[in-house]
């Protein structure tokens, strides 16, 4: 066997490298601000990595990094927090950066209404249907909160035209609407 080979270091190094090395989200592709390391699907925060004191040589870090992604908090806690019941968020925010030229600030926005929306729902023990046929909008309406009626409103509308969207794919990009429609 050669040095090479024998040389081993603890996970949490290799993670450490591979941490500093990362400059654009995973999933959003947005500049990297504050990282969120994730290893399928699981939020591994700074004290749990450094932690991880298994000796690896070059080639078992090789196998093992394909397991870790790097994240912006904003996609970590989409990806990794419980999920909604009531809607497609991970779709929806894919939808919005693939379909839409918001801004990643509304995007933001809309996601976390919607999740918020998604929480009051089920606090309310709102029937799931409801929210996974036609006309989404209309059969929420009486279900929306008192408070800030107007933005939840808002995004349920853009969620809808995600859905139709879903069911009828257009062939070309449609009309980019103004990132200020969120008002
Ligand atoms: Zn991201």
């Known amino acids: 066997m050669t040095v090479q080979q024998l040389k081993r ?3 949490s190094r290799y993670l450490k490298d591979f941490k ?13 601000d504050r990282i969120t390391l994730v290893r399928q699907g699981e939020i591994v925060n700074k004290i749990a990595i450094a ?19 790097a994240l912006c908090r904003f996609c970590g806690d989409l990806h990794c927090k419980e999920q909604s019941n009531y809607f497609d968020i991970i779709g929806f ?14 995007i933001r926005e ?14 309310k023990q709102v029937p799931q249907e409801l929210a996974k046929q036609g006309d989404i909008d209309a059969r929420l309406e009486m279900w929306l909160p008192l408070t ?36």
């Open 110 to 123: 809309y996601v976390v209404r919607l999740r918020r929306l998604g929480a009051h729902l089920s606090q």
């Open 20 to 32: 500093h090395a990362q400059t654009h989200c995973a999933h959003c592709h947005k500049l990297l």
């Open 51 to 69: 932690q991880l004191d298994t000796l690896m040589d070059e080639a078992a870090w090789e196998e093992e990094r394909q397991a870790w992604v």
């Open 148 to 183: 800030s009626t107007n933005n939840y409103r808002i995004a349920l509308r853009k969620y809808a035209q995600y859905l139709a969207q879903k069911s009828f794919p257009p062939a070309h990009k449609p009309v980019v609407q103004p990132a200020c429609d969120i008002y």
């Open 93 to 106: 925010k894919q939808y919005l950066f693939e379909q839409t030229d918001m801004s990643h600030g509304t």
């Open 9 to 11: 270091r603890p996970l």
